[in-house]
C-alpha cells in the first residue's frame, strides 16, 4: 500500500485538488489556529475528517509529522484565506480552461481538452498566449503535460467538486492574470516532463517552478538584475497589499516572517530560505526601506524594468511586439541604432565598439522571449503607474548612465588622471567616507531639495566645491556633473538627509564595526586593525562572528576580512579623515542602539564572506554554515 506523505507538493498535484478544498474547508469550519494545530490529537483529527485520503483509515506518525510541517509553512492563516488555484495545479487548470479560456463552453468542450492530445494541447496554448494557431514541437509535450488530467475523466464527482469551489469565489482581474501567468509559467518550465499518470493519492513530484530560487546574498546587486524584475513586483505588490512596514522586519520572529513572505513573493512555497539569504534580504531592505520600495517607481531599482520602459515608453512608445522583441534579442546593428537614438544622433552614425558592446549588454534581455509572463508583469506594472515628460527624460539619463562604462567616458570625455566620476561606486568606496559626510552635512545645512538638485547647474557644482578637494578650485566636466546629477537623483536629498550613512559607505561601516560594535573602549586595537595586521584582522574576525578566539581562519577568508577592515594608506596619510568619520559616528548615536550595532554586525559579515563568494569556484569555502551554491 502507498505511504500518503502530504508534503506541500501533495496539495499542489492534480489528483489532490479535492483534498485541498476539504482541508481548506475543514479548517475554516472548525476555528483551527497556528495554536492548535501543535496538538498531536487535533492533527489526526483533521487529517481524518479534512480529507478524503484519511477518512477510512489512521495516518502513522511520519504521516503525522509531515502533514504538520506542509501546513504550518504554508500557515494557517494563509490556507484560509488564499484562493486555491495559487496552490493546487489542478483548480488552476479547470480556472484556466473555464473561467480564463472558454467560459460558458458545454461539458463536452472541456472534456477534450482535459483529454487532448499535442496538436489540441498545443491550440489551446496559443489561445492563452494570444497567438495565432501554430504548431510548435517543443512545447506540445509540455502543454499537453498541463492541459491533460485523466483524473477529470475517471471521476466526474472529483471535477464538480472542483467547479462547485470555483462558482464559489469571485476571480477578479487580477486573479485572471494570475491564473494567465502561472499558467503559461508551469507550461514553458515544465517542457522536458512526461506525463506520468499514477494512482490517485499517490505523492507525485511537484511541476517545476517557473521563477528561480535567489542566490546566497540577496542584496543590491541582486534586487537591480534584470532577470529579477518580476520578484521586485511581486514583494513591492506584498508590501502594499498586506500594509507591511520596517517594524515588521525588527518584531521577534521576523525570520520566519521573512521566511513566509519570501515563499509567498516567490511562490515556491517547498523552498525554505537560507539564515544568510534571509538576513542579506532583510538588511537591502532596510537599505532601501520599505516606505521608499512602496512609493518609487521601480525602474528607479531595478534594470529589467528600465529596459522596457526605456524601450517601450521613451524610445519606441509606438512600437509592435514583434519590434520590441528584436529590440530584446539585441544584436551590434540595432544596438548601434538605439545608442544613437538615445544620444540623438543620426540612426547611422558609426560608434566605437565598446558603447556599443555595452549597449547590447543592457537592452539584450533573452529571458524574456524564454519567460514571457516576466515581460508581461513589467509591462503590467508600467502600464499601473503615471510616467510623465519628467520620469521619461530621468529614464533616458539613467539609461544612459547604464549603458555607458566610466572607463568609456574617462577615455572620451575627460583629461588622464582628472576624472571624477561620482557615481554609487564612488559612494560605496571606503576612501570616500570623508567626502560623503561632508556632502551630506552640507545638503542638510542648505536644505537642498530633490527638485533644485535636478534643475539647478549651480547648485550642483556648489555642493562640489564646497564638499570634494579635487573641486574646490575647478569646475567638474559636464560628464562628472551629470554623473553626480544622476547619482543624487537615485538616491534622493531626502534619503540622504535619513539614512544613517554607514548603510552607503564602506568606510564608515568599517570605523562602526570596529570602533562601536567590536572594541568599543579599546584604543589600542584601532589602528593595528585598520593598517591590515594580520593577527589583529584574524582576532576581529572571529569576534566579529563570534567564533573562538583560537579559530584559524583559512587563507580566502583572511585575505577577504583583511580587505575589509584595512584602509591601506588612508588613514596613515589622513588623520583628519578618520576624525570627520568618528565625530560623525558619534553625532548619530548608535551605541545605545541594539538594532543597528546588529545591522552593521551582520553586513560587515555578508561583504567579508560575499567577497569569498566572488572568488572561482574552487577556492570558495562556506564559513557560517552549509549553503549550497544555486
Known sequence: MFRILMKQNYFQSKDNAEDTIKLQD???????????????????TILCQGTKAFAKMNPTTLELDTFQRAILNFTIDHWKKVKLFRINYGILLVACVEHLLYPGEDNEEYMKIYCCDEEKAIKVYNTLRGFPDRSDGTLSRSARSFFNCTKFLEDNQYLEAIRSYLRSLQINNEDMQYIRETSIGLILGNEVNDIVDLPANCEIGRLPRFDAQPPQLMDREFFEKKSNARFIINLVDYLNQYHISDEHFRIRGAMNFLSRML????????????????????????????DHLKSVNLYRINHGILVV????????????????????????????????????????????????????????????????????????????????NVELEDIRKKSLQLIVPSEIHEVRLIEPGQGILMDAKYFREKSNADT????????????????????????????LRETTRTFANEDPSPWELNVFKITMLGFTSSYLKKVKLYRINHGILVVACIEHVLYPNDDDQYMKIYRGKVQKVIEAYNKLCNLPVENKPDDDTVRSARSFFTFENRINNNDAYLSIVRRYLRDIGIDEDDDEKQYIRKTAIELIHGDIYRQPAENRIDPIGNIPPM
Open 26 to 44: 475543514y479548517l475554516i469550519r472548525s476555528n483551527i489556529t497556528e495554536e492548535k494545530i501543535k496538538d498531536r490529537g487535533l492533527i489526526r
Open 263 to 290: 515563499r509567498e513573493v516567490t511562490r515556491s512555497f517547498d523552498w525554505r530560505p537560507s539564515r544568510l539569504q534571509l538576513t542579506s534580504f532583510r538588511n537591502t531592505i532596510f537599505d532601501y526601506t520599505v
Open 309 to 388: 520602459a526605456c524601450v517601450e515608453y521613451v524610445l519606441y512608445p509606438d512600437g509592435d511586439n514583434e519590434e520590441y522583441m528584436r529590440i530584446y534579442r539585441c544584436d551590434t546593428e540595432m544596438a548601434t541604432v538605439l545608442y544613437n537614438r538615445l544620444y540623438g544622433y543620426a540612426e547611422d552614425e558609426p560608434q566605437d565598439n565598446h558603447a556599443i558592446e555595452s549597449t547590447r549588454s543592457f537592452f539584450r534581455c533573452p529571458q524574456f522571449s524564454r519567460n514571457i509572463p516576466c515581460l508581461d508583469a513589467i509591462r503590467l506594472y508600467l502600464s499601473s503607474i503615471e510616467i510623465d
Open 436 to 463: 560623503i559626510i561632508n556632502l551630506v552635512n552640507y545638503i542638510k545645512i542648505n536644505g537642498i531639495i530633490y527638485d533644485a538638485v535636478m534643475d539647478s547647474e549651480t547648485i550642483l557644482k556648489n555642493i
